[in-house]
C-alpha cells in the first residue's frame, strides 16, 4: 500500500507530534520526507483552500470527501478560514476495505487533476 500512497503526486507528507483526533489546525502538523515516522499524515492538495486561495472544485472535493469519509480522515483548519483534509498513513497501511476504497478515490482525483 505504501507505494501506492507514494504515487499520489497532489499530496504533502506531514508528521504531527501527537496522533490527531478528528480535526486539527494546519500548526499542528509539519513536513517531513520520513515516510516511517509515527503519526505520519498525508494532506491532499485537491482538497483544501482558504479565503485567498483554493478553487471550487477543491472546496467540491473537500465537501463530498468530508460527508463520505468523515470517520477516516482529520478535518485541517486554519488561518484566513483555511480548510483541508489529512490522513493518516498508518491508517492506509492496516489495508482495511475502507482504506482501500479512500485509496481508489486518491488514485482516481489524481487522474481528474
Known amino acids: 500500500m505504501i507505494d501506492k500512497i507514494k504515487t499520489l503526486r497532489s499530496i504533502d507528507l506531514y508528521v504531527a507530534d501527537h496522533e490527531l483526533d478528528d480535526s486539527a489546525h494546519f500548526s499542528d502538523l509539519s513536513p517531513t520526507k520520513d515516510w516511517e515516522q509515527d503519526n505520519c499524515y498525508i494532506v491532499l492538495n485537491y482538497m483544501q483552500g482558504s479565503d485567498y ?25 486554519g488561518i484566513y478560514n483555511s480548510y483541508g483534509i489529512a490522513i493518516s498513513v498508518n491508517w ?22
Open 92 to 113: 492506509l497501511m492496516k489495508n482495511s476495505k475502507m482504506a482501500q476504497e479512500v485509496m481508489e478515490l486518491l488514485i482516481a482525483l489524481e487522474d481528474y487533476f
Open 53 to 77: 486561495g483554493g478553487s471550487t472544485a477543491a472546496m467540491a472535493n473537500y465537501r463530498v470527501f468530508v460527508e463520505e469519509f468523515e470517520d477516516y480522515c482529520v478535518i485541517l483548519s
